[in-house]
């Protein structure tokens, strides 16, 4: 039954992707205005825009045009850059390890911290260090990630000098340095996540502790440390899972603005330039990559938990 | 009191609620020999549950013991810490939960959770505790102990969880188990399995047995002696051979009467509702339902106190009486016990005297009505669930099967009858009767009404000659409109011109509600008041013919009484004809005319009410009859316990679908579908009794001669249904 | 059983018998709302949360009215101009100026004050158009199932494919930077998640009985779903709709931050937030004040949103039965 449905699962996301893909070719070629104008300025002549138009394909049916750029895509090509003169699947390559880095120790960072203080909100229920947590999280969920990273700027790399304001270093040159400089966009960026995290990770644990088996657990005479570990860990432990899995989206679009912050020359500085430089092909092709990306993080996710939670792939 | 194993003294148990701190229990007290079996028997906020709750120290965070003691084994359990009742649980007492499905932990293997258990109490290696673990899935009878304990809880059936549930309780050998409820949530085949698995159990460890439940006939067959909680106090105790046949408490007596039987007598009204904690009576809490009641009995609380001949012992007598030893009938000799062990809170009980316990009413002989035309026929009728949820899932090979639901079913309803339809979760008897009123599309064969196909039955006409009266009155009124309004809706849709108001007021009043009760909400209703609401809905139409889905299973005895009576009295007045659901047989055995029996899909056995339950013919008919517990202490238990589960309806067996569980199986009979034939007592499908098909037709003559072919069969069986109504 | 649990939780069929003294008091009230009232009022943080979010809106409204009808007479009568680089540029706060000045010299309180306005008016309107298309939409999915499910949830998840700020920005790129384009673009990316939302818990009202009964008494499908089934959804909507709102502010204010939400010189939050992120060491409070504006604001939203759930999860209240 397993393979069945990791199969389905599988299954389920090409359409998903296929549409994915339709929505971003329909959202940018529905903009208004002359791309091509845009691009060269005011004084381009109308041949020269004829010209450029041939070039881009741009003068066939739109249904050609999303045949020809989805034909692109499978083969890998995104199509080329209008204001740089590299393919848009050459600046992803180059930006994408950057946002990575940054997601993940982002995620790192959220997870380390939020899900043992979920725990212990929860099994502490009512007491300070639940109220601690708590008023934590609230205050994490609702504080403008790119205000926050200017406050930690101000603090620990202009007052105090503790970490610097940002620019990547990748860590395959020096490791150490990168750490350091990831660590401020890293907590700016995990803040939110975290939040997100140990709220979900204390109510789904209350849950459970709520249980009648955790009742009967107890009947059996267990210690109450084993109760928690063995009969509400595991079992709250899965939908913060789901959870993670379906907000890596926040995480996704917190890094747009946080690159932006920290100067961070990820896929978030990627979008910006190129939308305000009407690149249109760039847009596309950085939406999609980090559209794909989230898809496939959540099939992931739902693999994970169906390998975990013996319920999902028997029924 | 020193000899007993476990001893409850004036246990009170608070809640603390928005609305301030309730007692759920009062002054409860009661004692348990080594050895014995006690039931506790209660409604409904009678606050049972809470007592084994408060004896295992399981309550809810907002829950604490105000008062009393509990001693097991010499030492108070109330005064322990926490740390030092891990020890006592589950080696000195342990618990046998309700619901199978919530009790174990979903990631952990059956396997574990028996273990973790063992490991905890005794000194063993794990290797020695999975033996041991494999041992106890042996004694709670479940088959292949050695793949099983690998398995996850939710591969199990409930049974076979409920049968963990018992293994990992009996696994550090304690002196006394508490059951609470522990049959509940199964079915009666199951619950006869379980019932006679704890008592074997119970007397091979001579362990001590506190069971709790709703339910009389289990306490009857299952246990030595009984107390009755009312609202959240005992009010009276003692050896269940006596206090089921000699009550001294008018609200025993009154549960004991109200309680539909098997036998054949008609259950009596038990008037009156359990009152809520937090609004318990001053004086005694049954005064305002007792029919022997004076205005003594609203002065305080009655002490539970030894209901002697005559004598009237002080509060204190309680525990100086057993030093005088009498003698106990109930044959267990070593137990010592008050005035023949009974005890009642009653003030007036030396007034009253004893009760009788079985209603005076022997059951009307007019039941059968005069019986109508068919109006409800269905033929062949079939209805398949996918269990596909997606597009990919139904092509992809591999998939589940579908869920055969309704396997080719045919039924008939006469104007003016009512019809019972029993079965067990599973039988498919909830789906045929939707499937009357097009609730849900059938997959196969076809339903007339009043000799028109569905098909050719107009909506509005479908929808006004025939309605549904629904199980859970917490889910069949939407909450968030009035009475008035619901009602309002129904009245309108199908007669725009009567005085809605007025009809409002009617229909209220004829469900025996205050016609006031239209501006309420269904969150300020009772569970009889709502279900009573839902009555009047489907009256709201004027129908034909009603369709009652387990309309009373969430109710209590008492109210679940009182609602069967208004059913029965609104068909007989307005000369509806009914379809009623239910797997109570004793239900059906009140209020049903004609019964048919359904198993895994398919009806195998129909017959009237008196004939079925007086000579069952098919063999699970049987089984299902004797499985029910008895309240009488005197009947004689010849219970058949089926073996194994239901299977499942996805892959039902080859053959007869009861071929897998029936004591009577033949060869045969697992590769013959039998039909449903005619015969004089009915009709049943059996091969057994296919050889005493009346010989009216060439096919049924030939039937004798061996399992039938199908076409033979179904001939046979149009015969069959042709004069069977 | 012969009542539901006094919280009101929706307790299932009792066989729990004994374990839930049923009904100990009946609510005063009929609709629950006051009930819902009554738990919202307990979480003394929700109440918190409902007057900043209370004081902010009507500071939205009265900026708005101003803007709009009054010539930005009322606030200049009583203090500055938001608009107007009048003073000093980049002085510290002070009684003239509790929030300092900005890079042109203009009153930051009072830019602030205005902030709220495109703030209030993208998130509210922008969740009132989601809401008011998605939820129906998930509602009469949920009900009817079949076709118009596939379609309507296969296309949200293809909305919930993306990251919901990458989906803005991509929108907000095609459609042009402005205020009625930021609100459409943010209001699509949260159409999806109230039909999410409104489906499942339609799936699950549907299977009430009470559905069932007025399938039985032959009432029209509009009838069902919208006086049988919707009514039922509101209460987690309703939730969702005040978390969206908290996240619909800080989308607008990243918007406004990378410079592609409402245009100069209109101020918002985002925007001053921006302004003075090159200011950062010598004039910090350009971007500290209006920042701490979104935060609050923000935090309003969620402590609402969080004492409506708990006011209205039976779960949360399960707790508190017995």
């Not at chain 1, 400089?181 to 204390?202: D, E, K, Y």
């Not at chain 2, 069971?211 to 107390?227: F, K, N, P, Y």
């Not at chain 2, 969150?523 to 309309?551: N, T, Y």
């Amino acid at each position: 039954m397993r393979y069945r449905y990791i199969a389905i699962r599988l299954l389920q996301t090409v359409p998903v992707l296929f549409g994915v893909s339709v929505v971003v070719f329909i959202i940018i070629h529905s903009a208004p205005g002359d791309p091509v104008v845009n691009m060269l300025g005011i004084e381009a002549t109308d041949e020269n825009v004829a010209q450029i138009r041939q070039a881009y394909g741009l003068n066939d049916p739109l249904y050609v045009q999303y045949a020809n750029w989805l034909g692109g895509i499978l083969q890998g090509d995104l199509g080329q850059s209008l204001t740089q003169n590299r393919s848009v699947t050459a600046l992803i390559a180059s930006r994408l390890p950057a946002t990575l880095f940054l997601a993940v120790a982002s995620m790192l960072i959220a997870v380390v911290i939020a899900i043992p203080a979920g725990i212990i909100s929860a099994v502490r229920k009512g007491s300070a260090s639940d109220y601690g947590v708590t008023l934590g999280a609230l205050t994490g969920i609702s504080i403008p990630n790119f205000w926050l990273g200017l406050i930690l700027i101000l603090l620990f790399a202009r007052t105090y000098n503790v970490f610097p304001p940002g620019n990547y270093v990748p860590p395959s040159e020096d490791p150490v340095a990168a750490i350091r400089h990831v660590a401020l966009p890293a907590i700016t960026v995990g803040t939110a996540f975290a939040a997100l995290l140990a709220r979900q990770t204390r109510s789904s644990m209350l849950d459970n502790l709520n249980q009648e088996y955790v009742k009967m657990a107890k009947s059996k005479g267990l210690g109450s440390r084993k109760i928690f570990v063995r009969h509400a860990l595991k079992q709250a432990l899965l939908p913060v899972i789901t959870v993670a899995g379906l907000q890596f989206g926040y995480l996704l679009s917190a890094t747009v603005v946080v690159e932006q912050v920290f100067a961070w020359p990820g896929m978030g500085r990627l979008i910006w330039s190129a939308v305000q430089q009407q690149d249109y092909p760039t847009v596309q092709g950085t939406v999609l990559v980090v559209a794909t990306l989230f898809v496939l993080i959540n099939v992931i996710v739902d693999l994970t938990y169906s390998y975990l939670d013996p319920r999902v792939s028997a029924s | 009191m020193t000899d007993a194993l476990l001893s409850v003294r004036d246990l009170t148990t608070e809640f603390a609620t928005p609305n301030g701190s309730i007692r759920a229990i009062e002054d409860v007290s009661f004692d348990v020999e080594s050895g014995e079996k006690l039931g506790i028997v209660g409604e409904s906020g009678s606050g049972k549950s809470v007592t084994a709750r408060s004896i295992m120290g399981l309550l809810d965070e907002n829950g604490r013991i105000a008062n009393g003691s509990v001693e097991l084994g010499g030492h108070d359990l109330t005064s322990l810490s926490e740390r030092e009742l891990t020890d006592v649980r589950g080696t000195e007492v342990a618990m046998i939960f309700q619901d199978p499905m919530s009790s174990l932990t979903p990631v952990l293997t059956v396997g574990t959770q028996i273990t973790e258990t063992i490991l905890e109490h005794r000194d063993v290696t794990k290797a020695e505790a999975r033996e041991q673990a494999i041992d106890l899935l042996e004694q709670v009878r479940i088959p292949d102990p050695e793949s099983v304990i690998d398995t996850y809880p939710h591969q199990l059936s409930g049974g076979q969880r409920q049968r963990v549930l018992i293994a990992i309780a009996i696994s550090c050998d304690p002196d006394l188990l508490i059951a609470d409820e522990p049959t509940t949530a199964l079915d009666v085949t199951i619950e006869a399995q379980i019932l006679d698995l704890l008592e074997d159990l119970v007397s091979d460890r001579e362990t001590s047995l506190v069971q709790i439940t709703h339910d009389l006939g289990v306490v009857a067959e299952t246990c030595d002696r009984v107390a009755v909680m009312y609202a959240g106090r005992v009010v009276e105790q003692g050896p269940v051979s006596e206090v089921f046949v000699e009550p001294r408490h008018p609200y025993t007596a009154g549960l004991l009467r109200s309680t539909p039987r098997i036998a054949d007598v008609e259950p009596e009204l038990l008037a009156g509702n359990v009152p809520d904690p937090g609004e318990r009576p001053v004086g005694c809490n049954f005064a305002p339902r007792c029919p022997h009641s004076t205005d003594d009995c609203h002065v305080d609380d009655p002490p539970l106190e030894p209901a002697g001949a005559a004598s009237r012992p002080s509060a204190e007598g309680r525990d100086a009486a057993p030093a005088e030893g009498r003698e106990v009938a109930s044959g267990e000799g070593r137990e010592a016990a008050s005035a023949e062990g009974r005890e009642v809170a009653c003030v007036r009980t030396d007034d009253i005297g004893t009760l009788e316990p079985i209603p005076e009413a022997k059951r009307e002989q007019t039941a059968t009505p005069e019986v109508g035309p068919t109006i409800v026929e269905g033929e062949r009728v079939e209805k398949d669930f996918s269990s596909a949820d997606s597009l990919l899932d139904r092509l992809l090979p591999g998939g589940e099967p579908p869920v055969r639901a309704v396997d080719g079913v045919d039924l008939s309803l006469a104007e003016g009858e009512t019809l019972g339809l029993v079965g067990e979760s599973g039988s498919g008897k909830t789906t045929l009767g939707r499937l009357l009123l097009e609730l849900t599309d059938r997959t196969g064969g076809e339903i007339r009404f009043d000799g028109r196909p569905l098909a050719e039955v107009p909506e509005q006409e479908l929808r006004s000659r025939i309605q549904f009266v629904f199980q859970d009155p917490n889910s069949s009124l939407n909450p968030r409109q009035t009475v008035g309004k619901i009602l309002r809706f129904a009245i309108k849709k199908h007669d725009a011109a009567t005085d809605v108001d007025d009809r409002i007021a009617e229909l209220l009043t004829e469900v025996g509600l205050d016609p006031e009760t239209r501006h309420d909400y269904p969150h300020q209703l009772s569970g009889g008041q709502k279900q009573r609401v839902g009555v009047a809905r489907a009256l709201a139409v004027d129908p034909d013919v009603i369709v009652a889905d387990e309309p009373t299973s969430a109710l209590d005895v008492s109210v679940q009484g009182q609602l069967l009576d208004l059913l029965d009295d609104i068909k007989r007045e307005r000369g509806l004809s009914m379809v009623f659901i239910s797997h109570d047989l004793s239900v059906i055995r009140h209020i049903a005319d004609r019964v048919a029996v359904m198993y895994l899909g398919r009806i195998v056995e129909v017959g009237d009410t008196r004939g079925l339950f007086g000579a069952p013919q098919h063999p699970y008919t049987e089984a299902l009859l004797s499985a029910v517990p008895d309240p009488d202490p005197g009947a004689e238990v010849d219970r058949i316990v089926l073996d194994g589960e239901i299977p499942d309806p996805k892959r039902p067996p080859e053959g007869c679908n009861f071929v897998t569980r029936c004591p009577e199986a033949m060869a045969e009979c697992e590769s013959h579908d039998p039909e449903l034939v005619a015969n004089d007592d009915g009709e049943v499908a059996c091969l057994l009794h296919h050889d005493v098909v009346r010989g009216e037709s060439a096919d049924g003559a030939t039937v004798s001669d061996g399992p039938p072919e199908s076409e033979a069969g179904d001939a046979a069986r149009a015969d069959g249904s042709g004069d069977s109504v | 059983m012969s009542g539901e649990n006094p919280t009101g939780g929706s307790a299932g069929t009792d066989d729990s018998a004994g374990q839930t003294a049923d009904e100990s008091t009946k609510p005063e009230s009929p609709t629950g709302f006051r009930r819902t009232w009554r738990g919202f009022r307990a979480h003394g943080l929700a109440v918190a949360g409902l007057v900043v979010v209370s004081v902010v809106t009507l500071v939205g409204i009265f900026s708005y009215v101003d803007d709009a009808f009054l010539g930005n007479s009322l606030i200049t009568s009583v203090y500055y101009s938001p608009f107007a680089p009048e003073f000093m540029p980049l002085q510290g706060p002070s009684m003239a100026h509790p929030f300092g000045t900005d890079t042109l010299g203009r009153d930051v309180l009072a830019r602030t004050i205005y902030g709220a306005k495109v703030s209030i008016q993208v998130a509210l309107t922008a969740v009132l158009v989601a809401a008011s298309l998605g939820s129906p939409l998930g509602v009469v999915a949920g009900y009817l199932g079949g076709t118009v499910e596939t379609v309507v949830m296969r296309t949200v998840d293809v909305m919930l494919g993306f990251p919901a700020l990458v989906l803005a920005i991509g929108l907000v790129a095609a459609l042009g930077f402005n205020l009625t384009n930021v609100i459409i673009a943010l209001g699509i990316v949260y159409v999806p998640q109230f039909a999410r939302i409104a489906r499942s818990t339609a799936l699950s009202v549907s299977n009430e009985e009470y559905v069932d009964a007025a399938k039985a008494l032959g009432y029209s499908t509009p009838h069902i779903v919208f006086r049988e089934v919707l009514p039922n959804c509101i209460s987690p909507l309703l939730v969702q709709a005040s978390l969206l709102m908290a996240f619909a502010i800080i989308a607008e204010a990243s918007l406004s931050f990378l410079g592609l939400g409402v245009q100069p010189p209109t101020p918002t939050w985002g925007q001053m937030v921006s302004d003075g992120s090159g200011y950062l060491t010598s004039a910090p409070w350009i971007s500290l004040f209006p920042g701490a504006a979104i935060f609050v604001t923000v935090l309003g939203f969620n402590l609402i949103g969080d004492g409506l759930r708990d006011a209205l999860d039976p779960r949360e209240s399960a707790e508190r039965r017995f």
